[in-house]
C-alpha cells in the first residue's frame, strides 16, 4: 500500500509529527540523509505503526501515492533548496514539495514561484507548538501555491490542535504567507517570553520574592487573564528542584539563544516603516544577556545599581506587575497584527487576522486565552487598523495604565531592567499623543539638508522648504516618508 505522505528529516520535529500522522490513519514514509537514523525510528518510536521506513530519496518518492505530497523538516536556508534541486527529477507535475522548517518568507516566495514553472505545487508552512505540539497538535500556517491545498488539507487539519472543534489550521494565502505568519508569531513569542522574564526580575529582585512564591504568583495568573501556555510553563519551572532541592532556575546560566526568527520579524518591521519597539527590544535583551563576561566587568567597574529594597505595599506592587505584564503583552500583539497589516498590502497576501488568532489559540507557543478578544475583535471590524482601537483593549489599556507606569517606575529606581516593558509604554504613550515632536525633527531634516517639511495650516501632501540660515538655497531636496 502507498503511502499518503512523505517526510524528510526525523530530528524531534519530523519524528513526532509523523507519529502524530500515524495516530490519525495517514500513512506515512520516512527518509533521513543518516538512514540509519530510519532504521533506529522504526525500532524505537515507530515500533507497530504504518510508518514505512526509505532509505534513499528514490524509494521515499516511489513509495507515494499520487499526487505526491513529500514534506521537509530540515534546516532552513540552503539545505532546503539541496533537497528540492534533488526531489524535482523525481516527480511529476501537480506533485507537491511542503516545508515545514522555520524559511524566511522571500525564500518561500521564490521556491513557490520557481516550482510553479516546473509544474511542482509548493506550500511553506509554519509550524509551532514545539515537541510537544508536533506529537499531540500544532498550530500549522500553510501558504504557497493554493492548488495544493486540498491535497494536504485533511491531513494538515486532522494533526492539528483543535479548539472548541476547530482545526488550528487554516490556508494563510500565496507564496511565503504561511512562513510570514510564522515568523511574526515568533516575533510575538519573543515578546511574550522576554515580558514574563522582566516581570519575574521584578517580582525576585525588586520585591525579594522566592521561586516558591513565584509560582504560585504565575499559577494563579495562569487562571485570569494572563491564562497562556508560556505563563503556565513558567509556573512550572518556577517550581522545579534540582537534586539538592533548590530551584533548578536559579542555577541556569542567564545567556539566551536565539535561531533568528525574532530578528527577521524586526527587520521587515524596518522595512515596511511599522514600529515594532517591543519584538525589537526583546530581540536585543537576548543580544544582551549574550554578553555575559563583559556584563561581569561593567558589574563590576560602572556604578551600582540602587541598593534600596522595596519598602511598600507587595501586594499592591505584584498586582501592578501583573498588570504591566498584561498591557506590554496587548502592545505587542497590537504592534506585530499592524505589521501583518501592513505587510498583506506589501505583498499582497490577503491575510484573515481573525482566522490568525483562531490558529494561534492552540498548539502554538503564544497559544492563550487573551486571542479570543483578538479573534473577536477582527470579527466585529476586520479592517481595524490597530488592535488598540477595538473597544475590549481600550477598556483593557484604561484599567491598566496605572499599575504598568508602578512596575516600570520600580524598575527605574532599582535599576531592574525593563526594556519590553518601558518601550511598549513609550510605544502607547506616543501613538496616543495627537501632536509629537516630530515638527521640530522635520525643521532639523530641512535646516541640515532641505528635505522640507508640511505645515499644519496647508493641506497634507504640499512640502515647503525654508532657508533657515539666510544665505541657503532655495532647491529643496527629496523626502524619504515611510
Given at each position: 500500500m502507498k503511502a499518503n505522505i512523505g517526510l524528510i528529516g526525523l530530528a524531534v520535529m519530523g519524528q513526532n509529527l509523523v507519529l502524530n500522522m500515524d495516530d490519525h490513519g495517514f500513512r506515512v514514509a520516512v527518509y533521513n540523509r543518516t538512514t540509519s537514523t530510519v532504521d533506529e525510528f522504526l525500532d524505537g518510536p515507530a515500533?507497530?505503526?504504518?510508518?514505512?521506513?526509505?532509505?534513499?530519496?528514490?524509494?521515499?518518492?516511489?513509495?507515494?501515492?499520487?499526487?505526491?505530497?513529500?514534506?521537509?523538516?530540515?534546516?532552513?536556508?540552503e539545505v532546503i533548496?539541496?533537497?528540492?534541486?534533488?526531489?524535482?527529477?523525481?516527480?511529476?507535475?501537480?506533485?507537491?514539495?511542503?516545508?515545514?522548517?522555520?524559511?524566511?518568507?522571500?525564500?518561500?516566495?521564490?521556491?513557490?514561484?520557481?516550482?510553479?514553472?516546473?509544474?511542482i505545487n509548493y506550500i511553506g508552512t509554519g509550524v509551532s507548538g514545539g515537541e510537544e505540539g508536533a506529537r499531540n497538535g500544532p498550530s500549522i500556517m500553510p501558504g504557497g501555491n493554493k492548488a495544493a491545498w486540498p491535497t494536504v488539507k485533511a491531513i494538515f487539519q486532522a494533526i492539528s490542535a483543535q479548539v472548541d472543534g476547530q482545526p488550528c489550521?487554516?490556508?494563510?494565502?500565496?507564496?511565503?504567507?504561511?512562513?510570514?505568519?510564522?515568523?511574526?508569531?515568533?516575533?510575538?513569542e519573543y515578546g511574550d517570553m522576554q515580558l514574563i522574564c522582566e516581570a519575574y526580575q521584578l517580582l525576585s529582585q525588586g520585591l525579594g520574592l522566592n521561586a516558591e512564591e513565584m509560582h504560585n504568583i504565575f499559577a494563579q495568573w495562569n487562571q485570569g487573564v494572563l491564562s497562556s501556555y508560556l505563563i503556565e510553563i513558567t509556573a512550572a519551572i518556577l517550581a522545579y528542584k534540582d537534586e539538592d532541592g533548590q530551584p533548578l532556575v536559579d542555577k541556569i546560566l542567564d545567556t539566551a539563544g536565539q535561531k533568528g526568527t525574532g530578528k527577521w520579524t524586526g527587520i521587515n518591521a524596518l522595512d515596511l516603516g511599522i514600529p515594532l519597539t517591543l519584538i525589537g527590544e526583546s530581540v536585543f535583551a537576548r543580544c544582551l544577556s549574550a554578553q555575559?563576561?563583559?556584563?561581569?566587568?561593567?558589574?563590576?567597574a560602572l556604578p551600582k545599581a540602587p541598593a534600596a529594597a522595596f519598602t511598600g505595599d507587595k501586594q499592591a506592587m505584584i498586582a501592578a506587575i501583573h498588570d504591566a505584564l498584561y498591557a506590554a503583552k496587548i502592545i505587542s500583539y497590537a504592534q506585530g497584527f499592524r505589521l501583518m497589516r501592513e505587510a498583506s498590502k506589501e505583498y499582497d497576501l490577503s491575510l484573515n487576522y481573525?482566522?490568525?488568532?483562531?490558529?494561534?489559540?492552540?498548539?502554538?507557543i503564544i497559544r492563550s486565552q487573551f486571542l479570543n478578544d483578538?479573534?473577536?475583535?477582527?470579527?466585529?471590524?476586520?479592517?481595524?487598523?490597530?488592535?488598540?482601537?477595538?473597544?475590549?483593549?481600550?477598556?483593557?489599556?484604561?484599567?491598566?495604565?496605572?499599575?504598568?507606569?508602578k512596575a516600570v517606575i520600580l524598575g527605574i529606581e532599582l535599576g531592574i531592567p525593563t526594556p519590553a516593558f518601558s518601550s511598549a509604554l513609550a510605544y502607547f504613550d506616543g501613538y496616543?499623543?495627537?501632536?509629537?515632536?516630530?515638527?521640530?525633527?522635520?525643521?532639523?531634516?530641512?535646516?541640515?539638508?532641505?528635505?522640507?517639511?508640511?505645515?499644519?495650516?496647508?493641506?497634507?501632501?504640499?512640502?515647503?522648504?525654508?532657508?533657515?540660515?539666510?544665505?541657503g538655497g532655495k532647491t529643496a531636496s527629496t523626502t524619504y516618508t515611510v
Open positions: 515500533k507497530n505503526t504504518q510508518v514505512i521506513g526509505t532509505h534513499s530519496l528514490e524509494e521515499l518518492v516511489d513509495s507515494l501515492e499520487s499526487p505526491r505530497v513529500v514534506m521537509l523538516m530540515v534546516k532552513a536556508g533548496d539541496q533537497y528540492i534541486d534533488k526531489l524535482v527529477p523525481l516527480l511529476s507535475a501537480g506533485d507537491i514539495i511542503v516545508d515545514g522548517g522555520n524559511s524566511l518568507f522571500t525564500d518561500t516566495n521564490r521556491r513557490t514561484q520557481s516550482l510553479h514553472e516546473k509544474n489550521c487554516e490556508w494563510v494565502g500565496d507564496n511565503g504567507a504561511g512562513h510570514y505568519v510564522k515568523m511574526v508569531h515568533n516575533g510575538i555575559k563576561s563583559e556584563r561581569i566587568k561593567a558589574a563590576l481573525g482566522e490568525i488568532a483562531l490558529m494561534w489559540r492552540g498548539g502554538c483578538i479573534k473577536q475583535a477582527y470579527d466585529a471590524n476586520p479592517e481595524l487598523e490597530n488592535l488598540l482601537l477595538a473597544d475590549f483593549f481600550v477598556d483593557a489599556m484604561n484599567h491598566a495604565d496605572a499599575g504598568w507606569r496616543r499623543t495627537e501632536r509629537l515632536p516630530a515638527n521640530l525633527l522635520q525643521a532639523q531634516r530641512d535646516y541640515f539638508g532641505a528635505h522640507t517639511y508640511e505645515r499644519i495650516d496647508q493641506p497634507r501632501g504640499e512640502f515647503f522648504h525654508t532657508d533657515w540660515t539666510g544665505h
